[in-house]
């Protein structure tokens, strides 16, 4: 048993052979202690590519808040009042369809971007990376200086200087975690209700308070401490990458049959035969989380393209030409040709067209207002002296314009149907829901194994119209009389 453990595959093996036999974490070592992850940056033009997208994601969380559409923020999911507000558009409990097709929408999306395009999501675009690699991490090389200082840094003793850059760097980190929380928290309150009353008030608003400071705590034990852990050890998606990747999957690998036999520069003699790579480790030390690239595809890779920056400068140094480590697929690696175009990304294409076209219908749909009936009253129907049956209701009204709305109701059928409502016409507030009271009576006859279809029509001065049927209880008399 011992001996199959041990056991380690040679040469030009599968490219999904396993990670390191030492270490299982490139975090861990062999001893079971924490190794820090001190990345040196090659701003190559992946790296450029990164950090375009990582600077337009930050100005678009930090700005949506505060960017003013259809007189709210651009984005703000007011719990207290059970309203988003996206875009313009505001959104109630009631759109359950909206939020179904959005998850679906969602969940598509992620199988589709992660079985094309591999992890290419988690070194480009997701928050862990965005942040840690193009805000936090460049402070701590502006203060400690490269990764060999930062290293050397946190290995001497302690002293003034030590403390003091230590010291700058917290410092820094806290306010701009703190900026991060309260920002995140402005999506649920808003910048105004945060400035004109949480902060000259912060003992009346305690919950508010208490979560920005515990955000801003869980984001500087994430990005201070936890770091590439939280991609290597705690986010599932690199684990769901085993399920969704198949062999035209997008992936960074190593040219293995061109690199193989790794020599060093110094160990190569005239006439010998090797391999472009010279065991330089620079695709190891520009790695955010310390993956060997060479030992194969590992769920420690995010697919940052680090390594190919680091390498490709190598090989222009060496004369030799770039892509030994490069954007390739598992087929395509094998001596195959890469599909793009296969069965699955087509099925998923259709689907996230569905998907999508089914929530912009939606939206692009949503009527100027919803009306729902529901029973009232603690009987289900009430028989009158006039010999009429009643039935009470309550009548529940959301005006979806950034108007005001006034809505009148009346009845359709069946003949002889009366309508009494507590207030009328319904005036109803932008983005508000007003419930009414609302009693229906209808003559005894009209009545089939103790039910009958009563239809409304409600309109608004704003143009709303809607026909909506509701369902009576009453007396099991037959219709047809005797």
């Known amino acids: 048993m011992e001996a199959q453990r041990n056991e380690v595959p040679r040469g030009p093996s599968r490219l999904f052979d396993v990670a390191p036999e030492e270490e299982l974490l490139y975090s861990i070592t062999a001893e079971g202690k924490r190794k820090f992850i001190h990345p040196v940056v090659h701003k190559g033009r992946y790296w450029k590519i990164r950090r375009s997208m990582a600077y337009a994601l930050m100005v678009l969380f930090f700005g949506l808040p505060w960017i003013p559409v259809g007189g709210h923020p651009a984005v703000f999911l007011d719990l207290a009042s059970r309203q988003f507000h996206i875009l313009g558009g505001t959104f109630h409990p009631t759109d359950n369809l909206l939020l179904a097709a959005l998850g679906v929408s969602i969940i598509i999306t992620v199988f589709f971007v992660g079985s094309t395009f591999g992890r290419m999501w988690c070194g480009y675009a997701c928050p862990q990376t965005v942040y840690l690699e193009f805000m936090f991490r460049p402070i701590e090389i502006w203060l400690e200086g490269t990764p060999v200082a930062q290293r050397k840094l946190n290995a001497a003793p302690w002293s003034a200087k030590k403390a003091a850059v230590k010291s700058a760097k917290w410092a820094l980190w806290t306010v701009l975690a703190l900026l991060m929380a309260v920002t995140f928290v402005s999506y649920f309150v808003s910048w105004s209700a945060l400035l004109g009353d949480v902060l000259p008030n912060p003992a009346a608003n305690k919950a508010v308070v208490g979560v920005a400071l515990f955000l801003t705590g869980m984001i500087l034990f994430d990005f201070g401490w936890f770091r590439d852990q939280m991609c290597t050890v705690a986010c599932p998606y690199g684990r769901l990458q085993n399920v969704m990747a198949d062999p035209d999957t997008i992936l960074v690998a190593y040219d293995q049959p061109r690199g193989d036999p790794k020599t060093k520069l110094k160990d190569r003699i005239e006439g010998g035969t090797y391999g472009d790579c010279i065991d330089c480790k620079s695709c190891v030390s520009a790695c955010p989380t310390g993956t060997d690239i060479r030992r194969g595809l590992q769920p420690e890779c995010i697919g940052s393209a680090q390594c190919i920056d680091a390498c490709d400068v ?51 749909g ?117």
């Open 314 to 364: 190598v090989m222009e140094r060496t004369g030799k030409p770039p892509g030994l480590i490069r954007y390739t697929s598992e087929r395509e690696q094998a001596g195959g040709t890469r599909r793009i175009w296969r069965p699955r990304v087509i099925i998923y294409l259709v689907l996230l067209t569905v998907a999508w076209g089914t929530l912009a219908a939606l939206v692009i």
């Open 366 to 482: 949503r009527a100027e207002a919803l009306v729902e009936i529901i029973r009232g009253g603690r009987e289900p129907y009430r028989i009158l002296p006039t010999g009429e049956v009643a039935n009470q209701q309550r009548l529940r009204i959301t005006n979806q314009l950034p108007q005001t709305q006034s809505f009148t109701i009346q009845v359709l059928s069946p003949a002889g149907a009366k309508l009494v409502l507590s207030e009328s016409p319904v005036v109803v507030s932008p983005a508000e829901l007003s419930a009414i009271n609302a009693v229906t009576t209808v003559p005894p006859s009209v009545f089939s194994d103790g039910q009958a279809e009563v239809r409304y029509l409600v309109t608004s001065d704003r143009g709303f119209k809607k026909e909506v049927k509701f369902l009576l209880l009453g007396p099991y008399t037959d219709s047809e009389g005797p």
